[in-house]
């Protein structure tokens, strides 16, 4: 089971709402991360957090807006979303110092997911 | 522009079998690369990492060569099971972009009992 926790597992929202993703993690990683993907294609990184600050976004529409309240807390505000953002939304945490070695603690986690569907 | 590739989006063989999946990089100069598993419905999970100084990685029935020239890497699950069905991803990452994984499209492999 995955040590990265999404709530909720499936939101359903109007495009003039306002909904909030949440991810949380305890294993002490400080990069923490959000993904998004459609149907039959691969994870696309959104924004990745490193020490509770933003330090990427992959130009995503600002109707997107992270937040990492502390280090174990991602959260993802929604608001006026369109159809077409409808996917499964995935939070992922990682170690700070992503290395070469073969443990799994150079690797990225991954929650499982929440299904959002825009209507 | 950078490119990632897997070969064929589906592949199905028959259980006992080798699966032998490719992926293809362009654009590229990875420190490593990593492959994933991802069941439908759930978020991908680590399997094995290979340096590009290494020709190969071996972890119980899954094996993982790189080849740099080539810009090739591929992944074989020998013995399969019908519970390797899954899809897997491949993921080449420059040393400094460590965090900014990017995802090949996946090859959804189904092993036929």
Redesign the interface.
């Known amino acids: 089971d995955?040590e990265?926790t999404q709530t909720p597992k499936h939101l359903v929202m109007g495009m003039t709402n306002k909904k909030s993703l949440k991810c949380e993690q305890h294993m002490g990683h400080r990069?923490m991360?959000w993904y998004k993907q459609k149907a039959?294609?691969?994870?696309e990184?959104m924004f990745?957090y490193?020490y509770e600050k933003l330090?990427?976004n992959e130009s995503v529409p600002s109707r997107f807006s992270p937040e990492c309240p502390n280090s174990s807390l991602l959260n993802l505000h929604l608001h006026a979303l369109q159809p077409e953002d409808s996917a499964?939304y995935?939070c992922?945490s990682?170690p700070i110092r992503?290395?070469?070695a073969?443990n799994?603690g150079?690797?990225?986690?991954?929650?499982?997911?929440s299904?959002l569907t825009v209507v | 522009s950078q490119k990632i590739e897997q070969n064929s989006?589906a592949l199905n063989i028959q259980e006992g079998k080798t699966a032998t999946l490719t992926c293809n990089y362009t654009n590229y100069s990875p420190?490593?690369l990593?492959w994933y598993r991802q069941d439908p419905?759930?978020?991908?999970?680590?399997l094995l990492?290979i340096?590009e100084n290494e020709k190969e990685?071996r972890k119980e029935r899954l094996k993982v060569t790189f080849d740099t020239t080539l810009k090739q890497s591929l992944f074989h699950i020998t013995a399969s099971q019908p519970a390797d069905s899954a899809t897997y991803?491949c993921a080449p990452i420059s040393s400094g972009s460590?965090?900014?994984?990017?995802?090949?499209?996946?090859t959804q492999l189904t092993v036929l009992p």
């Open positions: 995955t990265v990069a991360y039959k294609k691969p994870p990184l990745v490193s330090s990427i499964l995935l992922a990682s992503l290395g070469t073969q799994s150079n690797t990225i986690y991954f929650g499982e997911g299904w | 989006e420190a490593y990593q419905g759930r978020g991908p999970v680590f990492l340096r990685k991803l460590a965090r900014q994984l990017t995802f090949g499209s996946g």
